[in-house]
């Protein structure tokens, strides 16, 4: 289910790096700050790999959901293990916030397992931050993948650790050929690849879906940071976010108003993020409308290119990433080139090993 839906409904309302170069990165809320370490990158996938699925964050409700993620995984070749809370009830969490981290670290420490993924996103992920076990992750770093709410987890696993994540398809994701090629592509083939958008027109005379914008042309490198905006904003002021410094965000965002994503964007703004990154790309904003905002509303665009433009860096927005079927696999804080004309970013080494 959509992240943001799923907490209106409920009535919210709202190995081949060393491990000698991790050094251990715990820091008191009062001293954010990037520990030192080299980028840490997982083992590939083979096939007869075994992958841990966990939930995180929300839960399914029903049995088919589970059925159809173990099939798509064991459909690619691979063996499902399933964390011991992965199907517990809390609320609307998988579990209490302490069997919800008690499954994502033994994932970690088990050696039987070779990759882990999220079932789904939905809401809370962000309570287990403080109870993972972070030195247990550096000592085996293994694929982790999942997008939307496991973001948090995505940033706080970064910024502890220096592993590179995968904000991609879940366990419960549509798995077609775009989504499944470009996995495939990184984490069994270990491709350093080029994310750009299909370029089909169909019977149009020119591309009418999945175009790209460019708010600033110009090419730019650096660690490729970022994930849900809601999420993200959610943690700022944490230790929890990585250093942003000449880092290139990336962002999506599902059913918000733009009222609310001029907000989310603010806080960036006030919290020094934008100031500090080298380039910024927007995914899929999926059902973001502008709602209630009295006589009008700013439209997406014109709130984005208000705190982008003036930056004067590389950015670029529509790309295919976020609440969509065709979701691409990012590898979550590898060092990138984009370009931003084309709208493309490419991998400047593989992101496993």
């Known amino acids: 289910m959509e992240r943001r839906n799923f907490l209106r409904n409920i009535g919210t309302g709202s190995l081949a790096v060393g491990l000698s170069s991790f050094i251990a990165p715990f820091a008191f809320a009062s001293e954010v700050k990037t520990p030192s370490f080299k980028e840490l990158v997982p083992k590939h996938l083979s096939e007869g790999d075994t992958i841990g699925i966990i939930s995180p964050a929300s839960n399914k409700f029903e049995s088919e959901p589970y059925e159809i993620a173990v099939e798509s995984l064991q459909a690619m070749g691979l063996k499902v293990?399933?964390?011991?809370?992965?199907?517990?009830h809390y609320g609307h969490l998988a579990g209490t916030d302490e069997e919800r981290a008690e499954d994502l670290n033994a994932m970690f420490k088990d050696p039987e397992v070779n990759a882990i993924m999220a079932l789904r996103g939905g809401s809370g992920a962000a309570r287990i931050l403080d109870k993972i076990d972070y030195q247990a992750i550096a000592k085996n770093p293994k694929i982790f993948i999942g997008y939307s709410d496991i973001t948090a987890l995505h940033l706080a696993i970064y910024a502890k650790t220096g592993l590179v994540t995968f904000h991609g398809p879940m366990a419960?994701?549509?798995?077609n050929s775009f989504s499944y090629g470009i996995f495939k592509d990184i984490l069994f083939n270990e491709k350093a690849i080029t994310f750009e958008n299909p370029t089909t027109i169909g019977d149009n005379l020119t591309q009418v879906n999945n175009r790209i914008r460019t708010i600033t042309a110009g090419t730019t490198q650096g660690e490729l940071i970022g994930g849900n905006l809601s999420v993200l904003t959610g943690i700022v002021g944490s230790e929890y976010l990585p250093n942003w410094e000449?880092?290139?965000?990336?962002?999506?965002?599902?059913?918000?108003e733009i009222y609310a994503i001029d907000r989310m964007m603010s806080q960036l703004k006030l919290a020094g993020i934008l100031d500090k990154i080298s380039g910024f790309v927007f995914g899929k904003c999926t059902d973001c409308e502008p709602g209630g905002s009295g006589y009008g509303s700013l439209t997406l665009e014109e709130v984005i290119d208000h705190y982008i433009?003036?930056?004067?860096?590389?950015?670029f927005t529509g790309a295919m990433f976020g609440?969509?079927?065709d979701n691409s696999t990012l590898p979550n804080g590898l060092k990138v080139e984009m370009n931003a004309e084309k709208g493309t970013i490419t991998m400047l080494s593989p992101a496993v090993t």
């Open 81 to 88: 293990k399933l964390g011991k809370y992965v199907k517990t």
């Open 309 to 315: 433009k003036p930056l004067s860096i590389p950015a």
């Open 246 to 256: 000449n880092k290139i965000l990336y962002i999506e965002e599902i059913g918000e």
């Open 172 to 175: 419960t994701s549509k798995w």
């Open 323 to 325: 609440h969509i079927d």
